[in-house]
C-alpha cells in the first residue's frame, strides 16, 4: 500500500485556499492472492488452482508453453492440409444448420477469387445471424480432408482490420484445464502485470551485464507478451538462467547441509585393511587407492558418507571395514556368485510357502538360531533366488544370467535408529577360478 500527500484548492470562508490531502492508492503484492486480480472470482480461482496458481506471482509466472502466429491469409485454393490456415473471404450462399446426434453442425462456403472452401462450427448455431454473406471475413483454423475435399473446422473469425493488427504478433499459448481457455488465461495474465508490484530483482546489475540478461521484470512481461522473436529469446534467456541458478543452489545448499550432518558410523583404522589389501594377488592401482583414502577419510571423520563404491572387486572386507557390514562373508559371496545358494538359506528350516504372480515361490525360513530372524527367500519360477529378505536388516536382490548363474546382486541395508540407508551394488562381469578367492 503507498501514500501519497498531495494539496487540494478549496475554498474556505469565502477564500481560496491549498489544503493538504491523504491520497491513498492501493498496489497488489506479489503474495496477494489470485483473486486479488481483477476479473477473477471464486470459481475461476478454483480453477487456476488445479494448474497450482494460487497468487498473483504464480500467476504472472505461469509461462506459456509456446505461441500462436498469425500469418498472411492464403488463397483458398492453396490452404493445406493438417495446418493453421488463415483463409479471407466471403460467405457464398446462405449458412446451413443440421442436426447430428446431439450436436448442431453450422456449415457454409467461404469464396475468394482462387475457389472456395467448406467451413464448420459444432454448437454455435447463432453464427448464422452473425456472418453476413457479402462480407469479407478472415477465418483462421487447421484444415483437415472429409470426403474428397478440404473443410476447415471450429476457425476463428476476425474482420479484416482486426487480423491486420495481429499479423507477426506472437501470441501466446498456455497449458490449459478444463473451464479455462487460452484467452482467459492470458486476459488474466495481462491484468495481474498491470496491477502487480515486483519485488527487487535478485541479481545486481554486474552480473546482468556480464551475462547479457535483461531484468527480471521486464522478462516475465515478454514472455507473456513478445514484442517480437528477439526480444521472447532475451526473456527465455533471463528466465532459463534463473531456473539454472536456483537449481545450482539448491544442490549447494543440500551439499552444505550434508557436510554438517553427522554421521552414525565411525570407523576406526587399526591397519586391517593395509593387512588385508597386502594379501591379494594383485596390487591396487593408484585410483584404487585414493579412493580408499578418501573413504578412509569420509569414515573416520564426523560427516555422513554418501558415495558410489564402483570397480571390478569389492571384497567384503574392504565393506566391513568401510562400515557396511554384509550378512555374506567374502568366500560365502563367491559361493552364490558360482552358483551355490546353501549360504542364503543359513541352515533354516521351512516355515511357510507361497506362490509368487511371477510363478515362483517364496519361502518363509527361520533359522536354528533363536537370535536370527524369520528370513523370506523368493525363487523364480526356474527355481534361482531372486530375493533374499532379513527382516529389519538387509534386503537383496538378485538377477540371474541366462546360464543361471547370479550377474548382479543389489542390497539395500536400513537403520533402524538412524533410519540412513545404505546400498551396495555388486555386478560380476568375470568369473575367475575359486582358488584365487580362497
Not at 214 to 230: C, L, N, Q, V, Y
Request: net charge positive; glycine share 6%.
Amino acid at each position: 500500500m503507498k501514500l501519497t500527500m498531495r494539496v487540494l484548492p478549496c475554498r474556505v470562508n469565502n477564500r481560496a485556499e491549498l489544503l493538504p490531502y491523504m491520497e491513498i492508492r492501493t498496489r497488489m503484492e506479489y503474495n496477494d492472492t489470485i483473486q486479488s486480480v481483477k476479473g477473477i472470482g471464486e470459481k475461476t480461482a478454483a480453477l487456476f488452482s488445479k494448474l497450482n496458481v494460487r497468487t498473483a506471482g504464480e500467476l504472472c509466472e505461469y509461462y506459456p508453453r509456446g505461441y500462436d502466429k498469425c500469418k498472411m491469409p492464403v488463397p483458398a485454393a492453396q490452404a493445406a492440409e493438417g495446418e493453421m490456415t488463415a483463409v479471407e473471404g466471403s460467405i457464398y450462399g446462405i449458412a446451413e444448420i443440421k442436426k447430428i446426434r446431439n450436436l448442431n453442425l453450422l456449415s457454409c462456403t467461404v469464396r475468394d477469387s482462387s475457389g472456395q472452401i467448406r467451413i464448420t462450427w459444432f454448437n454455435q448455431p447463432y453464427l448464422k445471424h452473425t456472418l453476413k454473406p457479402g462480407i469479407r471475413y478472415v477465418f483462421r483454423g487447421r484444415t483437415v480432408r472429409r470426403g474428397g475435399s478440404l473443410v476447415m473446422d471450429q476457425p476463428k473469425i476476425y474482420r479484416q482490420e482486426e487480423y491486420r493488427r495481429l499479423l507477426n504478433r506472437l501470441t501466446p499459448v498456455y497449458s490449459l484445464t478444463e473451464g479455462l481457455t487460452n484467452h482467459a488465461v492470458s486476459k488474466a495474465i495481462a491484468q495481474a502485470l498491470a496491477e502487480v508490484e515486483f519485488p527487487p530483482d535478485p541479481l545486481p546489475n554486474r552480473i546482468r551485464k556480464e551475462y547479457g540478461l535483461i531484468g527480471r521484470e521486464a522478462a516475465i512481461r515478454e514472455i507473456h507478451f513478445p514484442k517480437s522473436e528477439d526480444t521472447a529469446a532475451e526473456a527465455r534467456k533471463r528466465l532459463v538462467f534463473d531456473e539454472f541458478f536456483r537449481f545450482t543452489l539448491r544442490l549447494r545448499r543440500l551439499k552444505e547441509e550434508r557436510r554438517e550432518k553427522t554421521g552414525s558410523i565411525r570407523m576406526t583404522d587399526d591397519g586391517s585393511v593395509q593387512r588385508l589389501t597386502a594379501k591379494l594377488p594383485y596390487r591396487l592401482t593408484n585410483a584404487q587407492i585414493r579412493v580408499w583414502n578418501e573413504i578412509r577419510a569420509d569414515m573416520t571423520g564426523t560427516c555422513g558418507m554418501n558415495r558410489l563404491i564402483q570397480g571390478e572387486d569389492a571384497p567384503d572386507g574392504l565393506l566391513r571395514r568401510a562400515g557396511l557390514d554384509m550378512p555374506l562373508s567374502l568366500k560365502e559371496l563367491y559361493s552364490v556368485i558360482q552358483g551355490d545358494f546353501s549360504a542364503l538359506l543359513l541352515n533354516p528350516y521351512i516355515r511357510a510357502a507361497e506362490t509368487t504372480d511371477e510363478g515362483g515361490i517364496r519361502l518363509t525360513l527361520r533359522s536354528d538360531s533363536p537370535q536370527m530372524p524369520a528370513l523370506t527367500l523368493e525363487l523364480d519360477a526356474r527355481n534361482l533366488p531372486v530375493r533374499w529378505t532379513i527382516p529389519a536388516s538387509w534386503d537383496v536382490e538378485l538377477r540371474n544370467g541366462p546360464d543361471g548363474l547370479p550377474d548382479k546382486l543389489d542390497a539395500v541395508k536400513k537403520d533402524r535408529m538412524s533410519g540412513e540407508t545404505c546400498r551396495v551394488v555388486l555386478l560380476i562381469k568375470n568369473r575367475t577360478e575359486k582358488e584365487a578367492f580362497s
